[in-house]
């Protein structure tokens, strides 16, 4: 079997692992069944879980159980799930569509998806509080390493930054800081946090988080190529929208051979800071790739 039948097969096994274990969490809430199924609309729309997926990547890596990153991995993929149900608001990015399937609001109405988004992101932290296998400290360095990454620093800073740069003429270096915040952090936390799990060193969490970083500028440059060039059922939503809405994208700054170029460095980029790493890091190596490849 090859490196790229691996990850596959990895990736649909940890994923029905994933998938199973966030519909659970949420349907053993204490909470109204309409916020529930709100909840978990959103969580089941078929994302490609790519947070949970190098979490657990990471954890193989360092050679250690994958039970101990189940968990984590779901609050990760809530927080995910919660910041793309209030993009596809009116407010922000007025999207009808999302993976194939009516955005949430348009489902359920705008009210209960902005709940539905808060109780997600708010439902994640107390997760990982919850998880007896941790210890105190380990808590609380995965909940401030999120925190940073998905909050007014992070991913939410990014967010802002890409509402205000629409209809300006972003140069590519102001386009790159903005996803290094809005995509690029919450791929660097899920590898950080599989590397706290591990018990790895801080020169290692250091290379995993740049190889994260790289890998999130990757995953936006794809985007933006797709978002040209993809197909639409592919895709679950409409190509273009990016023009539509007058975005900043790096076709747009560069051209689509340059992004193309672009896209190509930062997968380099990633592999060298991983090859750092002094341990079984064949499962992250083909993620770069597949995150540099992928049609959807």
Same mark, same amino acid.
């Given at each position: ?10 990736? $649909?096994? $940890? ?98 998806? #902005? ?24 808590? =609380? ?47 660097? =936390? ?5 590397? #706290? ?11 995993? %988080? ?10 936006? #440059? ?9 197909? $639409? ?16 994208? /790096? ?13 190509? /460095?930062?997968? %380099? ?28």
């Amino acid at each position: 079997m090859n490196d790229q039948q691996t990850l596959k097969q990895f990736i $649909e096994k $940890e994923k029905q692992q994933i998938d199973q274990r966030l519909k659970n969490h949420i349907n053993q809430l204490k909470a109204p069944p309409s916020l529930k199924e709100s909840m978990n609309y959103s969580l089941e729309a078929g994302g490609k879980r790519i947070r949970p997926i190098l979490l657990l990547a990471t954890l193989k890596g360092f050679n250690k159980p994958l039970n101990l990153g189940y968990d984590v991995s779901c609050a990760l993929e809530m927080i995910h799930t919660y910041s793309l149900v209030h993009d596809d608001l009116p407010a922000m990015d007025d999207d009808d569509l999302r993976r194939g399937k009516p955005t949430n609001h348009k489902v359920f109405g705008e009210a209960l998806a #902005i709940l539905a988004g808060d109780g997600l992101l708010t439902h994640s932290f107390q997760l990982i509080t919850s998880l007896d296998y941790l210890t105190a400290e380990v808590k =609380v360095r995965l909940i401030e390493k999120i925190a940073e990454a998905a909050g007014p620093m992070g991913m939410v800073a990014g967010q802002v930054e890409d509402m205000e740069g629409e209809d300006e003429d972003l140069d590519v270096d102001q386009l790159q800081h903005i996803h290094h915040r809005k995509t690029g952090d919450l791929l660097s =936390v899920a590898l950080e946090c599989g590397a #706290i799990l591990s018990s790895a060193t801080e020169e290692e969490m250091s290379e995993l %988080k740049s190889f994260g970083k790289h890998i999130g500028i990757a995953f936006q #440059i794809k985007d933006d190529l797709l978002d040209v060039e993809g197909d $639409e059922k592919q895709l679950g939503k409409p190509v273009g929208s990016d023009e539509s809405n007058n975005k900043t994208t /790096y076709p747009k700054v560069l051209g689509m051979d340059q992004a193309r170029e672009k896209l190509i /460095y930062h997968i %380099k980029s990633a592999k060298d800071h991983l090859n750092n790493v002094d341990k079984d890091t064949r499962l992250l190596l083909e993620l770069a790739d597949y995150i540099g490849s992928r049609s959807n």
